[in-house]
């Protein structure tokens, strides 16, 4: 007995150790997928509750936002200083993932989601609070390529791209609950006596969720996803790139705070530290001899054009409540409930574009040609929005929710699309490195596009230019995508029976 129960126990290590392998398909893979979609709405939810507590101290004017001069810009500044750490672990969380694991990488993103929206809620002051976001965004940036990576590496390929679709839903539930719940938790610690407080409580409740998803995902990779993990060697390199890069951040912010800079000169100085970084990767990439694979011009242009999907993503997700509370002249509450319509379509949209995606693979059709029509019905709706809150007649929140949803549905279905088209120009062994060079470049669109249009809402009284600017850097990605040469799906991976 006991003989046969240790065959029993080798033969079922050996086929976990299987399915982990580079480009084995994992079964069952749903399960994979409910995992990871998990990840994504708990480390979503981590990262949206910025935007609504900061217009929850705006209109309150409490905290250290609301007594500001510029409110609207600083708070745009707090949201670009977490997405400039965010940005500068991309490519490394992908390389580190592809060198120690992309399960390892998961889970150290979500434990120092965990423990970093935890402090966040503790800081007392500006600045303070601005450095919790920072590491922050440092831990939770290595999150992105390596699920990518995971679902790709462990999906049929006739079902890639919708995988891919599916668990990115994470992203809208998580955007979603961000949204609504914030205000939610925040009324609820001010019944419970917490005050000018009470914005602390959304960051206590949204860390414990990202602790219990963290504890499912190790236990489910440990017992589907090839045994034992070791986490300190990846942990130990993510905090050895992490410090300097932690410092350079928060010491601009300071130096900024006490030599009283405008807020544009900051966001500048962050856009020159993240152009230099991406020039430094970009160099040891070329000379590490990767660059024909990850620097091609086919790829760099998927690269510039995803910068339009961040600063979209990033405007509609930190400002949409803003934006609705201002142009309806609505109760907090009420804009959190309108702008998550534009959220929860990714629930829809991010399945539908992977679906769509997969079927033109298989009946010969082009994904381009998806990203194309995405990108185009977007950009009209999105100016069709900017048009409707620039002023004159008060819009109705059905109309602002309706746009918002509808617009959605076009952005949402057009990621999953991107990253599939991603997926297949790079070797299966560079894909970790290649989605975190798409998500290093494209960030540039995130650290931006909180600031930019503060910037532009505090100069102009409206938020129809930060609107406009939105769409026309959309309309340019429409373009570049017109210049990329689709690769065939990657058939040499297995698939199951």
């Known amino acids: 007995m006991a003989t046969g129960s240790h065959d029993s126990d080798t033969a079922r290590n050996e086929q976990l150790l299987d399915e982990g392998r580079e480009g084995h398909p994992l079964s069952?893979?749903?399960?994979?997928?409910?995992?990871?979609?998990?990840?994504?709405?708990?480390?979503?939810?981590?990262?949206?509750?910025?935007?609504?507590?900061?217009?929850?101290?705006?209109?309150?004017?409490?905290?250290?936002?609301?007594?500001?001069?510029?409110?609207?810009?600083l708070g745009g500044l707090v949201g670009s200083m977490f997405f400039l750490g965010y940005m500068l672990t991309q490519y490394p969380g992908g390389r580190l993932g592809d060198r120690f694991g992309h399960?390892?990488?998961?889970?150290?993103?979500?434990?120092?989601?965990?423990?970093?929206?935890?402090?966040?809620?503790?800081?007392?002051?500006?600045?303070?609070?601005?450095?919790?976001?920072v590491l922050t965004g440092l831990g939770e940036g290595v999150f992105y390529s390596n699920d990518r990576t995971l679902i790709i590496n462990h999906t049929p390929v006739a079902k890639r791209t919708l995988g891919l679709g599916i668990v990115i839903a994470g992203l809208s539930i998580g955007l979603t609950v961000g949204i609504i719940f914030t205000p939610i938790l925040i009324g609820w610690g001010a019944s419970l006596g917490m005050g000018g407080e009470a914005w602390r409580m959304p960051f206590f409740v949204f860390a414990a969720f990202t602790f219990v998803v963290a504890v499912i995902a190790y236990v489910f990779f440990r017992s589907k996803l090839g045994g034992a993990m070791r986490l300190g060697p990846p942990l130990l390199r993510l905090i050895l790139f992490s410090a300097p890069t932690f410092l350079v951040i928060v010491a601009l912010f300071l130096v900024a705070e006490t030599f009283r800079w405008p807020e544009w000169l900051t966001a500048s100085v962050a856009s020159v530290i993240a152009l230099i970084y991406i020039v430094i990767i970009v160099r040891s990439v070329k000379r590490s001899g990767r660059g024909p694979a990850l620097l091609n011009r086919n790829i760099w242009l998927v690269y510039l054009a995803y910068i339009a999907i961040l600063w979209n993503l990033w405007f509609f997700s930190f400002w949409s409540v803003q934006i609705v509370r201002e142009a309806a002249q609505s109760s907090l509450l009420a804009a959190a409930l309108t702008a998550a319509f534009n959220a929860g379509a990714g629930i829809l949209g991010f399945p539908a574009g992977g679906w769509l995606a997969d079927r033109a693979v298989r009946t010969g059709g082009s994904r381009k040609k998806l990203a194309l029509i995405c990108t185009g019905v977007y950009s009209v709706l999105v100016l069709i929005f900017g048009w409707s809150v620039s002023g004159g007649e008060r819009p109705s929140l059905a109309l602002l929710g309706l746009l918002l949803f509808s617009s959605g549905l076009f952005f949402n279905a057009l990621q999953p699309i991107v990253q599939g088209m991603t997926g297949d120009m790079?070797?299966?062994?560079?894909?970790?490195?290649?989605?975190?060079?798409?998500?290093?470049?494209?960030?540039?669109?995130?650290?931006?596009?909180?600031?930019?249009?503060?910037?532009?809402?505090?100069?102009?009284?409206?938020?129809?230019?930060?609107?406009?600017?939105?769409?026309?850097?959309?309309?340019?990605?429409?373009?570049?995508?017109?210049?990329?040469?689709?690769?065939?799906?990657?058939?040499e991976d297995p698939i199951p029976a």
């Open 426 to 491: 790079v070797p299966a062994s560079e894909r970790g490195s290649a989605f975190g060079m798409l998500n290093l470049v494209s960030e540039i669109g995130a650290v931006l596009s909180p600031v930019v249009s503060g910037i532009l809402r505090d100069a102009t009284g409206s938020w129809a230019p930060g609107v406009f600017v939105a769409a026309g850097i959309m309309i340019v990605s429409f373009f570049l995508y017109l210049g990329v040469r689709e690769a065939p799906a990657h058939h």
């Open 103 to 133: 399960r390892e990488m998961i889970i150290v993103s979500l434990l120092a989601a965990c423990v970093l929206t935890i402090v966040s809620g503790l800081m007392a002051g500006l600045v303070a609070f601005v450095a919790a976001r």
């Open 28 to 73: 069952p893979y749903k399960a994979l997928w409910a995992v990871l979609l998990l990840g994504w709405v708990v480390s979503y939810a981590d990262r949206t509750l910025t935007g609504p507590v900061i217009a929850w101290m705006i209109q309150n004017k409490a905290g250290f936002i609301g007594d500001a001069a510029n409110p609207a810009t």
